[in-house]
């Protein structure tokens, strides 16, 4: 039998726009690979009456509703106790999670527990608790006429721990069948031109299907294919994700992998190299995404951020002069930045960045955009132009002046044309 | 008369959880501004039956609806033919928005319009078009029976700008009194304790009202005034805010301000002073934040990722012995980054920041979340231990340690306690 679920976020600082509804989108993804079919997000505030009624609605057109939030201890935390009146349930205490709760206090938090944390262990009568040991909250779900009614905490890390380790088990007990999908990773072809070369599979086809999804400076395309068995459902992936890289070519950086920079650094691994960065306008947004992979430390050493002349100048040994002639923004301090990276950060190769990210030109008129970024090996040292963010803003800039980077080093790395 | 918007977003990648739904927080805080309440978001696919039916809810609970995302040029891009089948409306080729789109492609881009982008240009009879100066999908609203029906195209970047730029006016002539709200931010201290602090503003107060939000390592409250006119609705918040920084004292950090980064870069321009940075564990992530507000160069020098030893030693100057004896996660090894790097970058200021990210603790046994951050300036330096992350993760022990970084700099700059 086939599932599906709806997903109601409750919680005002949504509607108001305080934060944006991430649980539903790692909610979804997950989903997806049970097999369970997503139709609908919905979000209400901590609003009884409002949330009543999207329950109404749902229950109508799913067979499995995943809330999340509205189960913390204040009062417009109201999620349990609306569900409980929609479907006809009482509430009741459960004394072990009380006791659970208690003590995470006072190990975790070293206090005593606000009284106002006990109707946190209130919960519907029959349900399958959810406990919570990385928050206070604990989740629960019951059935009911037939559809599944999941609660979960709405922080981002207890939504996920929950979900992970709590729905996901409970869920697996009403599926069958499984969709398996994979991710094809392309960066430095725009998504017209690679549903250009891939109409025919993205329309035809129906089970597997491929589909792009533009993501920040570059385009994902996922294969999904549902089967009985797993091996089923890859071997009907297997000839398609070989279709989209011989269509493509070597934009497809790499499959489920989840960044460029992941790809270099497995590269990096492979060969046994080390990186180290020299960056102006990225302000250290290579070395913070090289280092937000754990074990970082055995391939990239570290960098310098050279926001100003004086430390590419007196850190990075760029001559004076060089600064003063080319400007900051030019072939030759790139070269410069990243041979002096390499040397006094002792790496095997060093990358260095130099740009203009705005909001305005540089002195010299140099355009918002322009990046050179300049690569250093034992070999010796090479550097490309790049025109970054297609004028879409400072954060744009700098994000596609660094995906630039990662890529000038994975062709590198792969000997690929740079 | 006062308006309730309902949001819906349009696009399978949603339900499949490949992007989160951000343009709904954008303009749900852009809608409270305007004194507009937000009851629902929605989110459907690229299925014209479900987007439908989505339609059908939302204009009984709404009088403003806005679709996000659906426009573009491809084959499942069918928001305006479903919402015109739904308010009887007919689309028509609008010639000069054509005309936009191709010179678009020819300026922008450097090619022909490609043939499927024709359809962008097809907009509803006797629509109030909204031009696209930052994309190729144009937007447009009508209004039908009292409800007003807004489509903007879904990348995030178009989307703000022409929420921005054509939505905004469009609502500004439907609406009158205002909603005024400022947001007060509160680092150092939980939210339970704000709560039980202000408890009673909280819970009391209906027009103007104060209400808490968790964000990431710290805690927002927004305290918001409904009035004839912007004047009445700050004289009416004045005093609540004044309130809430009497009971809460130096945690408050700033009203009206995005982030701790930017209370620290004001606080240095105020003083004339500069910083830099030198990171192990957060690799980058403070020089990232401080050069992600525009005009960094005046304040921020630049800084060095010191993810190795070596680094820390060849570049810093941190004595090998110190490292040796001490470990890189210390107070002595965190004072010496200090600086060394406040020393080469030339700078006034200059944070270190040593810890153990995770997942696994250093070889030393140091567990995960140590953390020493160390300030040196003309004064000497001083030099904190926190314990960051709670053991939720290596993003949390980053984010929790720039955090903790930017507010000792605050707080050495404002001469509170440290």
């Given at each position: 039998?086939?599932?599906?679920?709806?997903?109601?976020?409750?919680?005002?600082?949504?509607?108001?726009?305080?934060?944006?509804?991430?649980?539903?989108?790692?909610?979804?993804?997950?989903?997806?690979?049970?097999?369970?079919?997503?139709?609908?997000?919905?979000?209400?505030?901590?609003?009884?009456?409002?949330?009543?009624?999207?329950?109404?609605?749902?229950?109508?057109?799913?067979?499995?509703?995943?809330?999340?939030?509205?189960?913390?201890?204040?009062?417009?935390?109201?999620?349990?106790?609306?569900?409980?009146?929609?479907?006809?349930?009482?509430?009741?205490?459960?004394?072990?999670?009380?006791?659970?709760?208690?003590?995470?206090?006072?190990?975790?938090?070293?206090?005593?527990?606000?009284?106002?944390?006990?109707?946190?262990?209130?919960?519907?009568?029959?349900?399958?608790?959810?406990?919570?040991?990385?928050?206070?909250?604990?989740?629960?779900?019951?059935?009911?006429?037939?559809?599944?009614?999941?609660?979960?905490?709405?922080?981002?890390?207890?939504?996920?721990?929950?979900?992970?380790?709590?729905?996901?088990?409970?869920?697996?007990?009403?599926?069958?069948?499984?969709?398996?999908?994979?991710?094809?990773?392309?960066?430095?072809?725009?998504?017209?031109?690679?549903?250009?070369?891939?109409?025919?599979?993205?329309?035809?086809?129906?089970?597997?299907?491929?589909?792009?999804?533009?993501?920040?400076?570059?385009?994902?395309?996922?294969?999904?294919?549902?089967?009985?068995?797993?091996?089923?459902?890859?071997?009907?992936?297997?000839?398609?994700?070989?279709?989209?890289?011989?269509?493509?070519?070597?934009?497809?950086?790499?499959?489920?992998?989840?960044?460029?920079?992941?790809?270099?650094?497995?590269?990096?691994?492979?060969?046994?190299?080390?990186?180290?960065?020299?960056?102006?306008?990225?302000?250290?947004?290579?070395?913070?995404?090289?280092?937000?992979?754990?074990?970082?430390?055995?391939?990239?050493?570290?960098?310098?951020?050279?926001?100003?002349?004086?430390?590419k100048a007196q850190v990075l040994g760029v001559p004076e002069t060089l600064l003063e002639e080319s400007g900051a923004v030019s072939e030759p301090v790139a070269c410069a930045m990243a041979e002096g990276c390499r040397r006094i950060c002792g790496s095997d190769l060093a990358v260095a960045i130099t740009g203009v990210a705005g909001p305005?030109?540089?002195?010299?008129?140099?355009?918002?955009?322009?990046?050179?970024?300049?690569?250093?090996?034992?070999?010796?040292?090479?550097?490309?132009?790049?025109?970054?963010?297609?004028?879409?803003?400072?954060?744009?800039?700098?994000?596609?002046?660094?995906?630039?980077?990662?890529?000038?080093?994975?062709?590198?790395?792969?000997?690929?044309?740079?």
């Amino acid at each position: 039998m086939s599932h599906t679920a709806e997903l109601i976020a409750v919680g005002t600082e949504l509607l108001l726009g305080n934060i944006a509804n991430t649980d539903a989108q790692m909610i979804s993804e997950k989903l997806s690979a049970l097999g369970i079919t997503v139709h609908y997000h919905t979000v209400v505030g901590d609003n009884p009456q409002r949330l009543a009624e999207a329950l109404e609605i749902a229950r109508r057109r799913a067979d499995i509703i995943i809330t999340t939030g509205g189960l913390g201890p204040t009062y417009d935390d109201l999620t349990k106790q609306t569900i409980c009146k929609a479907f006809h349930r009482e509430l009741e205490l459960h004394e072990d999670i009380l006791d659970t709760i208690r003590t995470w206090f006072e190990t975790k938090m070293q206090k005593k527990m606000p009284e106002n944390n006990t109707q946190q262990a209130m919960l519907p009568v029959n349900c399958t608790v959810f406990d919570n040991p990385v928050g206070t909250a604990p989740g629960c779900a019951f059935e009911e006429d037939g559809v599944h009614v999941l609660m979960l905490p709405g922080p981002p890390f207890e939504c996920r721990y929950m979900f992970e380790n709590r729905a996901v088990p409970y869920l697996l007990r009403l599926t069958d069948g499984v969709i398996v999908s994979h991710e094809i990773r392309v960066y430095g072809m725009g998504e017209s031109s690679v549903e250009e070369k891939l109409h025919e599979p993205m329309t035809r086809l129906t089970n597997p299907t491929l589909a792009p999804y533009a993501k920040t400076n570059e385009v994902m395309l996922r294969a999904t294919a549902k089967a009985e068995t797993r091996e089923a459902a890859e071997t009907m992936l297997e000839p398609l994700i070989r279709q989209v890289q011989d269509e493509l070519g070597d934009v497809v950086y790499g499959v489920d992998v989840e960044s460029l920079e992941e790809v270099v650094s497995a590269l990096l691994r492979e060969r046994n190299l080390t990186l180290s960065a020299a960056e102006s306008c990225t302000g250290g947004l290579i070395a913070k995404r090289m280092t937000d992979l754990p074990g970082a430390s055995a391939i990239f050493r570290g960098g310098v951020v050279s926001y100003t002349n004086g430390v590419k100048a007196q850190v990075l040994g760029v001559p004076e002069t060089l600064l003063e002639e080319s400007g900051a923004v030019s072939e030759p301090v790139a070269c410069a930045m990243a041979e002096g990276c390499r040397r006094i950060c002792g790496s095997d190769l060093a990358v260095a960045i130099t740009g203009v990210a705005g909001p305005d030109s540089d002195e010299r008129g140099t355009p918002v955009g322009t990046v050179y970024i300049a690569l250093a090996s034992e070999n010796g040292v090479i550097c490309r132009l790049y025109s970054c963010g297609r004028g879409r803003g400072r954060g744009r800039v700098r994000t596609s002046a660094a995906q630039n980077a990662f890529d000038l080093i994975r062709r590198f790395l792969l000997d690929l044309p740079l």
